[in-house]
């Protein structure tokens, strides 16, 4: 299941934290004595490549063992790493240091590959800090086709979040079986071949030429059953953006997890002032669970300049400098800026609402956010597999820490959203409402 989650995210490197903020498949950066200096240095595409609390993809069981020395290898420098990176040294409040011997004797016990990374995926997951994990060879391919945008999968062409009652539709990909059956965001997936939609279900994928029957509820509208095909599709995960009423534009950016996100949303606002200049703008970023640092930047750069913020690790800090964008300038809008955030809009696009909040007044709207915006820096290890790991936090220029507080709206309107129409949905009106917008 590919859900639009994630977090903030650094490059990854062969063992080696990269203070940077680009996709690890472009640059990386190398650590200097001076932790603010930030020199990049190009590498080639690595072989084939979400986020944290991103699920690991399903991974294609394994029986081959690797060697007692790789295995040891990796463990311990995963083990190093932790003990050298982790943001902080109290490791909050997990005994690292008392959990080597009894996961070392787990790693030599391991009989398959699959049961040494069930171990490793563990010890990481001690850390419970809901960003850092580890992460298998097969599910590092997964986690990088995912992050690309433009990944090939089987199913109907959709992206589902689960909920309680059913699987809220976010993404439906063009020219899909689900696109062809009029499946739309924010639809509701509440059943699959007559059962209750479940997590497990996921995107609904499968193998080409199986089918699937699904009822759909829309929020106004009758249920309806719909029956696809799986085939072959093409994702492209895309913001979503209109014009109001009143010169107010609109666009809603699902994720930073895709590394062209930035260039997406400023095509999205250079098409939106062609047709006239705007007055107002509604930012949604709801549901968006964050991801890489330059496309944070990016958005960004339509609406403040210069520094906004700093990360810091256990013994450094270095500046989040917005510099000017490729596209629209949008700093002196007349009507303002309004930022849609709910429970979970988290990480980095967490820190971007709190950064529009306090540096150009822009007026947040919904619920409060995730408060989970730790960085986590990607480790490359030997056999292909990943470590994730939360090295840095994020405070606003007058001290703010987001982490276990997120972003406070400025007008709390706690309804869940994802059950209305986007022509009834009590927040998007309301930022209308702030804007001065006219009807829709």
Known sequence: MATLTGCGMAPASAGTALPAATPVWETVTTSTSDPTVLPATAIPTP????????????????????????RLQIFDEVWRIVDEKYLYADFGGVDWEGLYPEYRARVIQAQSRDEFYAVMIDLVAQLNDNHSRFVPPAAVEAEDATASGREIRVGIGV????????????????????????????????????????????????????SVRLTIARPGAKLRDVLLTRQEVRSSILPYYRRFPGDIGYVSVPTL?????????????????????????????????????????????????GQVGVFFGRDYVR???????????????????????DEDTAS???????????????????????????????????????????QEGFRLRDGSNLEGRGVVPDVLLDVDWTRYSEDDDPQLLEALRLLGGGPK
């Open 47 to 70: 072989s084939p490549i979400p986020t944290p609390t991103l699920p690991p993809p399903t991974v294609t069981p394994t029986s081959d063992l690797l060697s007692l020395d790789e």
């Open 319 to 341: 500046p989040l400098v917005i510099n000017p964008p490729a596209g629209p300038d949008l700093r002196n809008l007349s009507a303002g800026l309004v930022v849609l955030v």
């Open 257 to 305: 997890w895709v590394h062209d996100m930035g260039e997406q949303v400023s095509g999205a606002l250079t098409d939106l002032v062609a047709g006239g200049p705007l007055r107002g703008l509604i930012l949604d970023l709801r549901s968006n669970r964050g991801g890489w640092g330059d496309v944070l930047s990016a958005v960004l750069s339509h609406f403040v300049r």
């Open 159 to 210: 992206i589902v979040q689960p909920k309680p009652d059913g699987g809220f539709v976010q993404q439906v990909f063009p020219e899909s079986p689900a696109a062809r059956a009029d499946i739309r965001p924010r639809d509701r997936i509440i059943a699959v071949n007559g059962r209750p939609y479940a997590a497990s279900d996921g995107d609904l994928q499968g193998a080409v030429g199986t």
């Open 348 to 390: 980095y696009a967490e820190v971007m609402a709190a950064v529009l909040q306090s540096e150009t007044q822009a007026i947040v709207v919904g619920t409060h956010s995730a408060g989970n915006t730790e960085t986590i820096y990607a480790h490359a290890l030997r056999d292909g597999s990943r470590l994730w790991l939360a």
